[in-house]
Structure formats: structure tokens, C-alpha cells
């Protein structure tokens, strides 16, 4: 048996401080009214010890509060193991940490107890003050000054108490929701494809392309799995004029985006079973209806006038990664080249090779003019519509006539199914260690993880692309920016062409705000001031978007340009918010981690290959 609990550490944070340690860990169990609150992690875990049944705890956010755990397991003399949860020895523990630092899980064997901690934040991906909103839990997250010469041991005033118990608490409410639908396991992706595989036959589907062998030499890739994720892109996500102000206009979003294109209503058709390969041209029957392909190929191309450009080329050292690219050509210091010089110093023409579903290959010769094009090989598959319907009318009825926990739980459903078809079988991950009094971490290559259904995975992110590049194409005079399921354009909705405006349902888009100014830096990057929202009226607010600018540094901004001392065009590459208005960088250090203040940066970007 398992008892189920949550947590949340305070921990010290000073000026100067050269370690940290947990002053406060309270801990609440699943379905009881008492929250614990200790004064030291030692405390802490003495009580869980001392619980002598196996135990699972949630925290929210174990990147951070983990760190801690495992600074404390070594100090303590636990010794980290690669075993399953069922082969570890007393006093091991073993931690489930991704390549990318994603921290999922960290489980402890004491004796005969073993202790599972778990990531909420994996489960629910939202901060606690959303989750309170969308969830409409009885407590909702209150507000607490971090800083302060607090300690293990320290007195726990009256207000931090309150602060500390409320915070376990809103956790605690939506846990239990989740945890009585079902949501046993460890992320929403993994729950979400529990659900899905109640409503389609997984194993006659989609089998399992990674075991699928075909010959490297000829095709370029070792199995069926490998070739179609080279097809794999993520969405569309473009400034059209990059550091451009412009004047009235308009956001238009996409009712669930990647759900509508998994749904019938979109007529999109998604590929099944075992897929045929050819060399060579194209064959006429990769083109039937009920045919769906991946094509690999090499050419030359330029993007056409008045057209969006919709190519990224990746791991290719003479292209950036997360550039939409006009030309093949290559770009150094100033200027285009169709050639390049190779290692033995000869001249060769500039030719990439891609591999695309049918589906980016069709938008790909409909945007660029196209030279030198070789068609290498391909394989098709039979291809079906209303796969997911099932599933996907399940929880879009719940999220049309429900609120609070039901509709949030419905909406993460919905949003998370599509992703898990992708998965990949790259299961590197990150192995703790102790050193110099600090933990640090050492990347384990592995590539053993069983995929899904990869070339399913590649055809829902090509049509939900395909629905938002043409959008934006069949808009290019009003258009200036589009990132995956939104659109913001000049002018008024009355001018937007060829886009379905519905306030719901599947395969439309909705008015989400109108605006009287705005200014465009580049991906991610933008500002508008927002006069309406849903076509009502609302008080006049700018909105801030910028990857990485935290909601202090955007307070701040938005301060400064109140007082006259910023404008809207200094919201560009070179604005920097002070360290105090800035973001906090993570630092290990003694004890655990320690979110240390720096000053945030709207740094350039090197727009290519330009050395």
C-alpha cells in the first residue's frame, strides 16, 4: 500500500549567502485536513522515515526543491543507483532526470520503505497561482517576502505559516482531482495517451516503427521510425517585419489548434500500419486520396515573391536552426553564396537535403521557386480521417460545458495527446553526483526509449503548420506575425480573408484582441496595447510578450514607460532591466540551489551563418 502526500520547501535566501538549507517544509497527505510544517529538511524527512509505510509525495517544480533532496540524500549517505524502483538496497536512492534537466521523479529506499517523489509540475503545467484560477480551488496562492536571514530552526511567524500551509494546500485540492479521474501516472502527456489508447488499438494502428529495419545505405536511415522524425517540425512561429511599429490591429486564435487538426471536421487524414518504400520519383499512387508520404530530397531554392518563407533546415552547421530561411544560399559576412568551400578546398554547389511529410512538401513548392530538385526516395502509407475523434469529442464536450477543475483537466487532455504520438526513442539522461561539497550532474547517452507513433506525430504538426501558414499567406498584406495558433494583423477583423471566425468549435478561429499600437522585435519578442479582448471592451493595457523576461522585469518596463522615462521602440534587442527588476538565474551551491539575481536582456541574435 501507498500513501499519497504533497510538499513545498521554503528555503534561505540572503544577500551573500555561500549555502542554503530548507527553513520550512510542510507536508500535507492526499484526502486529510492537517498540513505538517517542519523547521528543517532533517525534520522532514525523520517524520516520512518514521511513516514506515511506502510513500509517494508531489512537489511543484522538483528541478528546484529536488535539488535539495539530493544534496541531503548525499550528506546523508545514500548512494545513488541506477536500479528500478523494486531492486533498490537500503539507504540507494535512484532520480529520473532528462538530458534537458527536466526533473520527473526521485525515489528513496529506507529499510523496506520506499519513498516515490514525484513532479506535479509534470502533471499540471501551470504555476500554483494558475492552478488555483483554473482550477477554482478554495485556497488560492497568497504572497510572501523571500528574502530574509531565516535558518533550519528558525521562528516561523504567523503570517509565513499562513503562507507555507496555503501554498500545500492549493497543490493538495487540485492533486485530489486529478488523482480520483484516473491521473495516475507521471506526466499529463503519459495520462493523456493512457486515454487514447482506450479509444484506438495502439498496437494494430501504429506499430512500432522503431523496430521496423530498413537499409541505412539506400534510405539514409536505419529504420522507419528514424527516417519520418527527420519529417518532424514544430509550429509556425514567425515575424514577418522584424523590429517594425505598427498601428491598429488584431489577434486571431485558433480554437485548439493541434486537436482540430486530429479532428475529422478538418478532413485531414493521418497514416496507419506498415508503410511502402520507393526510390526515385514520386509514384503516381503516393498521391491517391487515401495515401499519405514522407519524400527526401536535395535542391536549390528561393522563396518567392509575396510569399512566407516556411523552411528551417537543422543540424546543418551552415544554417541556423530556428531561421525561416528566403534562400538556400549561404549567408557570410554580407553577403549570399550559392557555393562553399569543403575541407579539400573545393568549390561545391550548395545543395541541402530534407525530408518532409507530403504535406510541408506540398506548402514547401507552393512558397519557393525550386532548383536542382532530386527526388531521392519516400514511403507512403494508408492514411484514415475520425482516428481520434472519438477521444478528441470526449473532452472538447467537457471543456464546452464545464468549469473549474473539470474544464482545466478536459483542456490538458485535449492540448497534450498529439505530442505523445511523437515521442522519440532518445532516453539520455542526467545522473547526480557529489563533488567539492556541491551536487553536479554527468549526461548518460542512452536511446532505448520505445516510441509511439512517429509518423502520425509528424502529420499532426504539418497540418496544424499548414492551417496557420495559409492563413497568414491568404493575409500577407495585413499580416505581421504568427506564432503556432495565433495570428496578428494590421487593420480591423472585418479585413481578415479566408479564416473561419467562430466564437468555438473545431476548425475555427476567435477575435482575441484588438489593439491600437503595437511593435514587433521578432520571434517571441513583442509588444501591443490591448483595447479589446473577445470583442469586448477592456481598459486600455499594453501586453508583453519576450521569452525569458519574467513578470517583475515586464512590471518594471511598463513602469518606466508610464513615467515617460522608456518608449514603446525601446522594448528592442539591447533593453536591459536592472538585476533587481531582472530574472533569477539558478546557482548550485552547498546545501541545494539558490535563484541568484541578474539583469535581463533582449540580446541580439545572429540572424546566420555569419562569422
Not at 484560477?133 to 516561523?156: N, P, S, V
Not at 485531414?268 to 503516393?286: H, L, R, V
Not at 508610464?562 to 538585476?579: A, H, M, Q, R, V
Request: aromatic residues 14%; charged residues 30%; contains cysteine.
Amino acid at each position: 500500500m501507498q500513501s499519497l502526500f504533497c510538499f513545498d520547501f521554503e528555503t534561505t535566501v540572503y544577500a551573500g549567502q555561500d549555502h542554503t538549507e530548507v527553513w520550512s517544509a510542510a507536508m500535507a497527505f492526499l484526502w486529510q485536513d492537517e498540513v505538517n510544517v517542519f523547521n528543517s529538511i532533517d525534520e522532514f524527512f525523520n517524520y516520512l522515515f518514521k511513516c514506515k509505510m511506502n510513500l509517494r509525495g508531489y512537489v511543484h517544480n522538483l528541478k528546484f526543491d529536488g535539488h535539495f533532496v539530493v544534496d541531503w540524500l548525499f550528506r546523508k549517505g545514500f548512494a545513488h543507483s541506477h536500479c528500478k524502483k523494486n531492486e533498490l538496497k537500503s539507504n540507494e536512492f535512484t532520480t529520473l532526470i532528462g538530458k534537458m534537466g527536466q526533473w520527473y521523479s526521485i525515489t528513496i529506499k529506507k529499510g523496506k520503505q520506499i519513498i516515490e517523489i514525484w513532479d506535479s509540475l509534470k502533471l499540471m503545467p501551470f504555476t500554483l497561482k494558475q492552478i488555483g484560477k483554473a482550477f477554482k480551488t478554495k485556497h488560492q496562492k497568497l504572497e510572501m517576502e523571500y528574502e530574509g536571514r531565516r535558518y533550519a530552526g528558525c521562528k516561523i511567524s504567523k503570517e509565513e505559516m499562513e503562507y507555507i500551509k496555503n501554498d500545500v494546500l492549493v497543490l493538495k485540492e487540485a492533486l485530489e482531482y486529478m488523482l480520483k479521474n484516473g491521473n495516475e501516472k507521471m506526466t499529463i502527456g503519459s495520462n493523456c495517451l493512457m486515454q487514447l489508447k482506450k479509444t484506438i488499438d495502439f498496437d494494430m494502428t501504429f506499430p512500432d516503427y522503431s523496430t521496423m529495419i530498413i537499409d541505412e545505405n539506400t534510405y539514409g536511415s536505419a529504420t522507419v521510425h528514424e527516417y519520418c522524425e527527420k519529417a518532424y517540425v514544430g509550429g509556425y512561429c514567425y515575424c514577418k517585419k522584424p523590429q517594425n511599429r505598427t498601428g491598429k490591429g488584431f489577434v486571431v486564435d485558433a480554437y485548439s489548434l493541434y486537436p482540430s487538426q486530429m479532428h475529422s471536421c478538418s478532413g485531414n487524414k493521418y497514416p496507419i500500419g506498415t508503410p511502402k518504400f520507393w526510390k526515385g520519383s514520386i509514384p503516381e499512387k503516393a498521391k491517391s486520396e487515401n495515401i499519405v508520404y514522407f519524400v527526401r530530397f536535395k535542391c536549390r531554392f528561393k522563396l518567392k515573391k509575396n510569399y512566407l518563407p516556411t523552411v528551417q533546415i537543422k543540424r546543418n552547421r551552415l544554417y541556423k536552426a530556428t531561421e525561416y530561411l528566403t534562400t538556400s544560399d549561404i549567408f557570410y559576412k554580407g553577403k549570399y553564396y550559392s557555393y562553399h568551400i569543403d575541407l579539400d578546398g573545393k568549390r561545391e554547389k550548395v545543395i541541402v537535403e530534407m525530408t518532409m511529410t507530403s504535406v510541408n512538401f506540398e506548402i514547401f513548392l507552393k512558397h519557393y521557386d525550386v532548383f536542382d530538385l532530386e527526388i531521392l526516395d519516400g514511403c507512403m502509407f494508408y492514411a484514415v480521417e475520425g482516428l481520434f475523434d472519438a477521444y478528441l469529442e470526449k473532452y472538447d464536450k467537457i471543456k464546452l460545458n464545464s468549469k473549474g477543475a473539470e474544464r482545466t483537466e478536459a483542456k490538458l487532455y485535449m492540448n497534450n495527446s498529439y505530442g505523445q504520438l511523437a515521442k522519440k526513442t532518445d532516453s539520455s539522461y542526467k545522473e547526480p553526483y557529489f563533488e567539492n561539497n556541491i551536487v553536479h550532474f554527468r549526461l548518460i547517452q542512452e536511446n532505448n526509449k520505445k516510441p509511439v507513433a512517429m509518423p502520425a506525430g509528424a502529420f499532426v504538426t504539418s497540418y496544424a503548420r499548414r492551417e496557420t501558414i495559409t492563413a497568414a499567406q491568404n493575409n500577407y498584406d495585413i499580416f505581421n506575425y504568427a506564432d503556432t495558433d495565433s495570428l496578428h494583423c494590421d487593420g480591423e477583423l472585418k479585413d481578415l480573408q479566408k479564416v473561419k471566425i467562430a466564437e468555438k468549435g473545431f476548425c475555427t478561429w476567435k477575435c482575441e484582441a484588438e489593439f491600437d499600437s503595437a511593435y514587433y522585435v521578432r520571434q517571441k519578442t513583442y509588444i501591443e496595447h490591448v483595447v479589446s479582448e473577445n470583442l469586448e471592451s477592456v481598459e486600455p493595457h499594453w501586453e508583453i510578450t519576450c521569452a525569458g523576461m519574467t513578470e517583475v522585469s515586464k512590471k518594471y518596463f511598463l513602469k518606466e514607460l508610464e513615467k515617460g522615462n522608456l518608449k514603446i521602440e525601446d522594448f528592442d534587442i539591447g533593453l536591459e532591466i536592472p538585476e533587481d527588476y531582472g530574472r533569477l538565474k539558478p546557482k548550485r551551491i552547498p546545501g541545494g540551489i539558490v535563484l541568484k539575481k541578474e539583469p535581463f536582456k533582449i540580446k541580439p541574435k545572429c540572424s546566420s551563418f555569419d562569422k
